[in-house]
């Protein structure tokens, strides 16, 4: 059974960092790419990250460039978002989820996280 | 990028009626659309993928179609967790994208 398990939400102030973690259990990691899709309170979902099964692509959306980073550590079956100079806009519920078929970013979410809540606020 | 428009915006039906939801991408996505539903407080779930095939342990009563720029999302029979949030999501062309939501209420 595909299991996703984020951590690393919290409280952070504007202009802060955070990180997110997201270990995954139950399928062999580094055949997928693995994304990072996001909720505003009372909102849609965005998709915000991706990072191919090796490593060698990254994907961030035009939304958070320059502040947020994605990474995977394939030993560990472990993605990481890095979010800097938080913005009270990027408050949202992050999820974790799997691309449904090996090797592509033009995917579907098969499996989700249980989300983890980040709120930018002074 | 791709602009995914759903409407209804708000659904209201009644337990065991028939419910029909729709998606409009502005330009053809082949058949890369994805449908999700997601209940309060959860993350959202894979109902359909490739525009009309279900997801595994995804029930009959759910069914989708379309091709192109039009799309639909059926539910035959509505039970109690179906009263939720329902997305679309196109994987055709980059970045992906989702319609804003529709949400089935009693």
């Known amino acids: 059974e595909v299991q996703l398990v984020e951590s690393g939400g919290g409280l952070v102030q504007p202009g802060g960092s955070l990180r997110l973690s997201c270990e995954a259990s139950?399928?062999?990691?580094?055949?997928?790419?693995m994304f990072w899709v996001r909720q505003a309170p009372g909102k849609g979902l965005e998709w915000v990250s991706a990072?191919?099964?090796?490593?060698?692509?990254?994907y961030i959306a035009d939304s958070v460039k320059g502040r947020f980073d994605i990474s995977r550590d394939n030993s560990k079956n472990t993605v990481y978002l890095q979010m800097n100079s938080l913005r009270a806009e990027d408050t949202a519920v992050y999820y974790c989820?799997?691309?449904?078929?090996?090797?592509?970013?033009?995917?579907?979410?098969?499996?989700w996280g249980q989300g983890t809540l980040v709120t930018v606020a002074s | 990028e791709i602009v995914m428009t759903q409407s209804p915006a708000t659904l209201s039906v009644s337990p065991g009626e028939r419910a029909t939801l729709s998606c409009r991408a502005s330009?053809?996505?082949?058949?890369?659309l994805a449908w999700y539903r997601q209940k309060p407080g959860q993350a959202p779930r894979l109902l359909i993928y490739?525009?009309?095939t279900r997801a595994t342990g995804i029930p009959a009563r759910f069914s989708g179609s379309g091709s192109g720029t039009e799309f639909a999302l059926t539910i035959a029979s509505l039970q109690s967790e179906d009263f939720a949030l329902y997305y679309c999501?196109?994987?055709?062309?980059?970045?992906?994208?989702f319609g804003g939501g529709t949400k089935v209420e009693i």
């Open positions: 990072m191919s099964g090796t490593a060698f692509a990254t």
């Open positions: 490739g525009a009309s």
């Open positions: 330009q053809s996505i082949n058949s890369n």
């Open positions: 999501q196109q994987y055709n062309t980059w970045p992906l994208t």
């Open positions: 139950g399928f062999t990691f580094s055949d997928y790419v």
């Open positions: 989820a799997k691309g449904a078929v090996g090797g592509t970013v033009f995917n579907w979410f098969d499996s």
